[in-house]
T-cell receptor, first 113, second 110 residues
Framework: DGGITQSPKYLFRKEGQNVTLSCEQN?????MYWYRQDPGQGLRLIYY???????QKGDIAEGYSVSREKKESFPLTVTSAQKNPTAFYLC????????????FGNGTRLTVT | GIQVEQSPPDLILQEGANSTLRCNFS?????LQWFHQNPWGQLINLFY???GTKQNGRLSATTVATERYSLLYISSSQTTDSGVYFC????????????FGKGTKLSVIP
């Protein structure tokens, strides 16, 4: 079955450590996205990528980094520079045109203490 | 950028009741989606509806693009309909970013 796989589902880290969240899709989608959701809030865009080896900052990119070396994969690194990293992180993908729908993975809950 | 407002922010329904959720947006759009986020955080696509009307079982949606709003109708609500409903839009040819509203939290009680 085609879909978007995020791993792990839950992640715990100590403050000051970098952590990488995985996102893989087998939908052959060109565009991939990372969103952050805080309790009781909507989704905010961190980074997005329209094609391999290219990505753009979203609304809240500070303290995060991404790479897009393969079409299927778009990992997100939460660095120690991110002041409030504890959140629910959602990866999404879509075809490479502005008229197609967005599809989401099941998310990773990151807790930093 | 485009602004998205959803109303009401919270809604409590008795099982079996009907409801209408609204999404207003500030600019013309070429992509509008409704999502349901279940209590486990999973986001489910409900409708891709930049214009017109669609129905899927007890759910239907209408987008009036010229008046910049979309409505999500839920009929004969069930407890499994509980969760948060998000509207998301993008505007402009070549725009790849979806902007999300803050959501409507629906609680259906038995």
């Amino acid at each position: 079955d085609g879909g978007i796989t995020q791993s792990p589902k839950y992640l715990f880290r100590k403050e000051g450590q970098n952590v990488t969240l995985s996102c893989e899709q087998n939908l052959n989608h060109d565009a991939m996205y990372w969103y952050r959701q805080d309790p009781g809030q909507g989704l905010r865009l961190i980074y997005y990528s329209q094609i391999v080896n290219d990505f753009q900052k979203g609304d809240i990119a500070e303290g995060y980094s991404v790479s897009r070396e393969k079409k299927e994969s778009f990992p997100l690194t939460v660095t120690s520079a991110q002041k409030n990293p504890t959140a629910f992180y959602l990866c999404a993908s879509k075809r490479g045109d502005s008229f197609s729908p967005l599809h989401f993975g099941n998310g990773t809950r990151l807790t930093v203490t | 950028g485009i602004q998205v407002e959803q109303s009401p922010p919270d809604l409590i329904l008795q099982e079996g009741a009907n409801s209408t959720l609204r999404c207003n947006f500030s600019d013309s759009v070429n992509n509008l989606q409704w999502f349901h986020q279940n209590p486990w955080g999973q986001l489910i696509n409900l409708f891709y509806i930049p214009s017109g009307t669609k129905q899927n079982g007890r759910l239907s949606a209408t987008t009036v693009a010229t008046e910049r709003y979309s409505l999500l109708y839920i009929s004969s609500s069930q407890t499994t309909d509980s969760g948060v409903y998000f509207c998301a839009v993008n505007s402009g040819a070549g725009s790849y970013q979806l902007t999300f509203g803050k959501g409507t939290k629906l609680s259906v009680i038995p």
